[in-house]
């Protein structure tokens, strides 16, 4: 959002608390979740916006598809090693302000699977805000979940949460992660020169709160 | 533009339009049941050629039930195809007790029959449901989520675990059904075939419904036995083949029921066959509930089965058995077996190796929804794009069965 | 190493003993036990005995169950095996065969032109296992990433993999 930006540069001394509290409660009002079901925990969340737990209640409308429009990424299921860099991708095209609810045990920190093909826990790739215990975890606990992002969306300022400039967040974003299919693996012998997936960006300085 | 730099790999050639383009559908999207890629060659909005990317969910179960004893294992098969984890419950403990040549009491296998009967309907009502929403039928969404709460609430009473129950041991259940129990499946059974009628009052009549899944993703049924498919799309090709019927397990032999199939092959037929599917295992749960007598539920095998804990408060020799049946597991004679049940999707196999000792040497599972996907670049060529969300919707594919 | 498992039925099904009159170049060894038929084929003759087994009256294994492959771990000797599960949809039968590997030579004909269903069972073992299925028309990793280094479940693949995940 431009309105931070310009906040943050024109009034860089001025607190700007009545503001903070208009906006927060807007934001939290409304917490559009993007779709990142991966595993189990998915199917909780889809229960969770079902009528008999109703996330729609607490802001979470409508569940975009396409993460520029969502506020919130709740990663419900295991995230593998070949899903990780799409996880960050997802992460880094959502504008701000954004959250990340780590739903279950498994994307919390690798849950049963201690081997191989599981990242030990999401918050080695995104930062998160609300972690949530659980295999799967109730929907109840979603939504409480939710009402607790909401408390920790009110306690922040309005400067925090600065839009990335264009540059920067393109470079973050490494075209051509994703594999297309180009015939057989059986024969090379040579390893790919590892690229790194994005880079950190300010964001992610932000962890105290 | 502004001064991006374009990578070297996609450096602009100069040549004059090419109608086909390579796009990937997924891993996130909405509409892919899961993270599943698919890599489209379109020429406009049709679909030359598709392949599937899998493996985004690969979690290395496989590799981790040789690290785990047997009893250990149930947990982790819950998690295989998350809609369906008491029949991955029972493929696994099914086949351990083939290698232990384990005897179980009849009420323990009525209940089984019970249980993954109610499963196979919550099962098909997911997919109902996300079927039709990505089809664009929202309210039966809802709908179908409605009932299959009650489905859940059941599960919850008889193990503790909505969508991971990990209600079978090897040798029986995890603890008999509690109180009340029956009446209130008795309660669910009675209302669900009106659901099923309120279903069909929904979609079936639907002209938009119909032209979306009639003659699309047509497969006939020696492609279909040549491409592996089983279970709904199998019979959604006139092929009649169940493997309650085939290889019956578990007392099936015993229960009246038909097996549904449709000639035609395409989307809708495999949805009528789903259709019917959940009427006739509503019929079989009515028949297990109806057979169901008090007896044991576990097999009379104290060095395998853990007592109950009554006796294991009380008995030396039970707290003996259960101590070391936890600590150190019991030894499975070595061979091989390879298990096949009727799960939702189709045919679940579950091939184990023991090497004689408390861990199994390998399991493998044959997911029925990994044999389906590798199906449908034949059934997507010539379909338009919009099409292949309906396809993928018919095969009902969990990518947790997939990936493993 | 021929295992006869004491079992209530240690009769030779008719189906193996009509097979071993017709080809007994394909049958190494023959195991019951626990109510199913294995019998373990000599590499070169798979594809031969698949397609027989296919089209012979008597066995009218259309439908190929599932290809897994087993690692009998890192000291025995064949090391790998790869076991074909066939069933017959019109006499509901089962068997097993088996195909048995040497570490340094685990090349295997490819099955895809007799049932089409294999194609995506060898590139499992193949990617898990590093079985290499000649005559594959699309031999490459199908469940773990494209650039992963070694085969997952072999035996001296550690559990937890060789380094934990880092973005960079």
């Known amino acids: 959002m431009g309105l931070e930006n310009v906040i943050a540069e024109a009034l860089p001394e001025v607190l700007t608390t009545r503001l903070d509290s208009l906006i927060n409660w807007a934001r939290k009002s409304s917490l559009w979740p993007a779709t990142f079901g991966l595993a189990c925990c998915a199917i909780e969340m889809m229960n969770a916006t079902t009528s008999r737990n109703d996330l729609a209640r607490f802001g979470a409308e409508v569940f975009r598809a396409s993460p520029r429009q969502a506020d919130v990424m709740i990663v419900s299921g295991r995230v593998s090693r070949k899903m990780a860099p799409v996880l960050r991708r997802i992460y880094d095209q959502m504008p701000e302000p954004k959250w990340v609810i780590s739903m279950g045990a498994c994307a919390t920190s690798g849950g049963v699977f201690d081997n191989y093909a599981i990242v030990q826990g999401v918050d080695k790739i995104v930062p998160v805000d609300v972690y949530i215990p659980g295999c799967p975890p109730r929907p109840e606990m979603l939504i409480h979940a939710v009402m607790m992002l909401q408390d920790k969306v009110m306690k922040e300022s309005v400067r925090d949460r600065r839009d990335v400039p264009e540059e920067e967040a393109r470079q973050a974003v490494v075209p051509g992660t994703l594999p297309v299919t180009d015939g057989s693996t059986a024969r090379q012998n040579t390893l790919p020169e590892s690229r790194p997936y994005t880079i950190a960006s300010r964001h992610e300085r932000r962890r105290s709160s | ?404 | 190493m021929s295992e006869q498992v004491p079992s209530p039925d240690t009769t030779p099904s008719p189906l193996v003993t009509a097979l071993q009159h017709e080809h007994p170049e394909w049958i190494n060894e023959v195991i019951y036990a626990f109510g199913e038929t294995t019998i373990i084929v000599p590499r070169e003759q798979i594809v031969a005995a698949c397609s027989f087994l296919k089209t012979w009256p008597e066995g009218q294994f259309n439908f190929l169950s599932d290809i897994c492959g087993a690692d009998r771990g890192v000291e025995e000797e064949p090391r790998f095996e790869v076991n074909y599960h066939l069933f017959s949809t019109t006499k509901h039968h089962r068997i097993r065969l088996k195909v048995v590997l040497n570490e340094d030579d685990t090349h295997v004909p490819s099955v895809t032109g007799v049932w089409r269903t294999a194609n995506w069972h060898e590139r499992e073992t193949f990617d898990l296992f590093g079985v290499i299925f000649d005559g594959h028309p699309d031999l490459r990793r199908i469940l773990l990433p494209d650039d992963w280094q070694g085969h997952a479940l072999r035996k001296d693949f550690p559990l937890r993999g060789y380094e934990p995940y880092s973005l960079k």
């Open chain 2, 1 to 404: 533009m502004s001064s991006a730099t374009i990578p070297p790999q996609f450096e602009i050639v100069d040549q004059p339009l090419d109608t086909q383009m390579t796009i990937s559908m997924g891993p996130q999207h909405p509409s892919t049941h899961g993270v599943l890629r698919l890599e489209l060659v379109l020429d406009g909005e049709m679909v030359v050629k598709t392949t599937p990317d899998i493996g985004y969910l690969h979690t290395g179960m496989e590799k981790l039930f040789e690290y785990k004893k047997y009893q250990q294992g149930i947990v982790i098969t819950d998690r295989m195809d998350y809609l369906n984890p008491l029949g991955n419950n029972l493929a696994y403990v099914m086949a351990a007790e083939k290698l232990l040549g384990l005897e179980i009491p009849t009420r323990a296998q009525v209940i089984r029959v019970l249980m993954c009967e109610l499963q196979r309907i919550a099962s098909h009502l997911v997919w109902l449901g996300t079927h039709a929403l990505d089809i664009g039928a929202m309210t039966v969404f809802f709908y179908c989520f409605r009932e299959r709460e009650k489905i859940l609430n059941l599960i919850e009473a008889a193990s503790g675990g909505r969508m991971t129950p990990s209600y079978f041991r090897i040798g029986g259940l995890m603890m008999d059904l509690p109180a009340g129990f029956e009446n209130r499946c008795k309660q669910f059974l009675d209302n669900f075939p009106k659901a099923v009628d309120e279903f069909h009052t929904l979609l079936s009549g639907n002209r938009i419904f119909q032209r979306r899944t009639q003659g699309i993703g047509t497969i006939s049924a020696e492609d279909a036995i040549d491409w592996g498919l089983s279970g709904p799309c199998l019979r959604g090709s006139g092929v009649n083949l169940d493997i309650r019927r085939a290889n019956p397990y578990s007392g099936y032999e015993n229960y009246d029921f038909e097996v549904p199939t449709e000639p035609d092959g395409d989307v809708w037929a495999r949805y009528m066959v789903r259709m019917r599917e959940m009427k006739e295992s509503h019929k079989i749960a009515t028949q297990a509930l109806a057979r169901l007598q008090p007896g044991s539920v576990k097999a009379d095998a104290p060095k395998v089965v853990l007592p109950d804990r009554e006796a294991m408060k009380s008995h030396m020799d039970a707290l003996i058995h259960h101590f070391l049946i936890v600590a150190e597991g019991f030894d499975v004679p070595a061979g091989e077996v390879y298990h096949p049940i009727e799960a939702s999707k189709g045919e679940l196999g579950v091939y184990m190796k023991s090497d004689g000792g408390p861990k199994p040497n390998r399991v493998h599972f044959r997911g029925p929804s990994f044999v389906n996907l590798s199906a449908l670049p034949m059934m997507a060529e010539g379909e338009m794009v919009a099409d292949i969300v309906a396809i993928i919707g018919s095969l009902d594919v969990v990518l947790g069965e997939i990936d493993r």
